[in-house]
């Protein structure tokens, strides 16, 4: 009785005291004689392996996110965009537009305080809102007569925790690539309750999405994306804190619309 049940389940037990410790060295070297044990033993090991496999992965979803937040913060720091402000509130003071001066002023320092929020992962939708109103203001004093936008977000969504600048970054991108020197911009943000959430969609008049972006962003994001890191910052940014936060893959969805125009829609 000892040798075929005591001893075995004392040295199951010992093994399993350590399992806080280094699982990687954890084994369950006593033989079982009883198909009982040799099948609680097999369970056990199972269990040791499922949770390595997990540990190991959240480990590398967190080094994921790390490298995400890193991009993320390193996109806020645009010095470029800060000494255009200041050259366009240099320019308007030549032009004696001193009301527009102040309007921009306002603007621009609501921009500043909320991009200096780093410290925040996660903003309610209602705020993020404002400091896109406080962005376009900012465009629409540079470019007078060339930026038309429409926003229809319910009240109720107003309260939605979101990503930080996971909105502003779309709107953002569409005045880098769709905004001309002589065509008005169109651009309109729409928010919408869906069977398991709520959806952001931002509509622009510009050029629309080449087919390897759409290609690209609307599945699965490839592992190794080093060659992307330059280019469309924005979306992979976007791409990978949805997967990372709510762990699914088909969260952002972009399209082309007609007769053109690009579409960006997050779940």
């Known amino acids: 009785v000892y040798q075929t049940y005591a001893k075995p389940i004392t040295s199951l037990s010992r093994e399993l005291t350590d399992v806080e410790g280094d699982l990687h060295h954890i084994t369950i070297s006593e033989d079982a004689y009883t198909k009982e044990l040799y099948s609680l033993k097999g369970s056990i090991r199972h269990l040791l ?12 979803s967190k080094l994921r996110e790390q490298d995400t937040q890193l991009f993320m ?18 320019s308007m003071t030549y032009q004696g537009r001193e009301e527009d001066i102040r309007h921009f002023l306002d603007a621009l320092s609501v921009h500043m305080r909320y991009m200096m929020r780093t410290d925040e992962s996660r903003i309610t939708l209602g705020e993020e809102i404002k400091h896109i109103r406080a962005y376009i ?86 592992q190794n994306m080093d060659s992307e890191r330059k280019r ?19 969260l952002l969805r972009i399209r082309n619309s007609v007769p053109h125009g690009a579409v960006t829609e997050l779940t």
């Open 49 to 60: 392996n499922e949770v390595i496999t997990r540990r190991l992965d959240a480990y590398e």
């Open 73 to 90: 913060l390193r996109s806020q720091l645009r010095p470029h965009f800060y000494l255009n402000a200041i050259t366009t509130i240099n």
């Open 137 to 222: 203001a900012m465009q629409e004093i540079r470019y007078p007569s060339k930026i038309i936008h429409h926003i229809d977000i319910p009240e109720e969504m107003d309260d939605i925790m979101i990503p930080h600048l996971i909105l502003y970054t779309v709107v953002e991108n569409t005045f880098k690539y769709s905004m001309g020197i002589e065509d008005v911009l169109l651009i309109m943000i729409q928010g919408e309750w869906t069977g398991d959430g709520f959806k952001v969609t931002v509509e622009d008049n510009g050029n629309g999405y080449p087919q390897d972006v759409l290609q690209l962003y609307n599945g699965p994001l490839p």
């Open 232 to 250: 469309h910052i924005g979306l992979r940014n976007i791409k990978q804190t949805l997967e990372l936060k709510y762990k699914r893959s088909d």
